[in-house]
């Protein structure tokens, strides 16, 4: 039995193809090699990876990813570890990770996930009313204002304030700077981080990620001079939680479990959302539909948006077609075994494609057709259809991500008229580690809708 194929070509250059062409590396790989293969997806000198795309195999891997057969590893992710730092979930492994997401996880579920609803759909609707110009030249802007303030309050309680509207700015400024698949090549090539004078990619995000730990340090000193055991964001519970040995959370620890929670926790909802309103518009029969739909509920509230089936299938849709992560994080091989047909061995890293998966033929017929019926006509397993990973890295924020999909698209579209300038299809092109649009998606803003006549009034 033989290990999963590596493509020929030379490592730097499959890298290179990574960086500037994922969806192109990724088809070309699954044509030639199908379920299974070895790739070059970092250049830090690690062995290749093996990316899995084939359901039973993904669900073998993360349902038995918590030691025996396979861990869940932080180390092999410290790719991320200049953005986020060293002490937090992504970089943890084993029980202390377990731990860890324990602390952070309950904000995002359940009963408080729903308190949520209401500060969801008031951001947006305040965010609408900002807008004094009609034409919006990047939707994206929007839609990363409206995450940030959502994650921001789910962290901090808060998203008002001279401190939280800097720290917004610098953020969003940080992640601008691998908006493009020349500037994300920083994550891949470490040599790049490091800082080569005042022009250089790693002296700008060196400034920036001072100015941004300053912020954060000066937050968390205040948080612990004054306790609050009434208030429920992340940062009180965390300040809040002691280990067996009676000791809290160092301020560090607290400022890379932050930092890491605002990163992962706007970046890839804005873009999800970005793509959600450009399918809409760009498919007329989409928008009708989905219009009839959110029409048919009088006033709308967060949890009448949740519950609709279309607005759920359309957000599904949107995130199976163009998956914003495109990987889940490495699984580590811990012993020999048979998987599709390949010999696997300890101490290789395996990851589940999303990307691949999601485009899959015998499961999506018709795969890069945007159909949101297919989540109608049919149920798939967290396998087939897993957009925020799974096993014991499921993604943390993936109920707060999916509810606030409905609630922002929800509202948007039941109060505003829009339009989409951008006419030409629009492809998924790297964004950092995610896959997002390749340009700006321009819209203009045509009309306001009532809720009691539904008819357009001019804006
Ligand atoms: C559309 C939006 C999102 C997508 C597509 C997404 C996707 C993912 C994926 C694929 C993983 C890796 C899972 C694995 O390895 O099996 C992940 C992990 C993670 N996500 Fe998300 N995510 C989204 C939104 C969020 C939000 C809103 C938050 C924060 C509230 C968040 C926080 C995290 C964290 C902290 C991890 C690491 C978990 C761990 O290491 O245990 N994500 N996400």
Redesign the pocket.
Known sequence: MSTPALPTTPALFQTMQWIFNPVGYMNTNFKRYGDMFRGYVTWDGMDPLILVNEPKAIQYI?THDTGGKFT?P?DVNKILEPLLGQQN??M?SGRQ?QNR?QL?MPP?HGERLKAFGQIIQTITTDLMAEWATQEIKNIRKLMQKITMRV?LE?VFGLYQGERYSQLERLLGERLEMTNSPLTSAVFFLPWLQKDWGPWSIGHRTQKIAAKTDELLFAEIEERRANPDPDRVDILSMLLAAKDEEGNGLSDQDLRDELM??LV???E??A??LTWAMYWTHFLPDVKQKLLEELDSNATPTPETFAQLPYLTAVCNET?RIH???M???PRRVEEPMELCGYQLEPGMLVM?C?YLVHQREDLYPNPQQFRPERFLERQFTPYEFM????????????A??QY??KIVLGTLLTQCNFELLTNQPVQPSRRGATLGPSKPIRFQKVGLRTQSSKTLQPV
Do not use: D, K, Q
């Open positions: 993360l869940s932080g979930l992504v943890m990770h997401r952070v995002f994650i789910a890491t929670l992962a926790g706007h890839t909802t873009t999800a995130l998956s914003v992560a990987l889940t994080f589940g999303i957009p925020f990973g799974g096993g014991v890295r499921r993604c943390v924020g993936y707060l991500a606030e999909m």
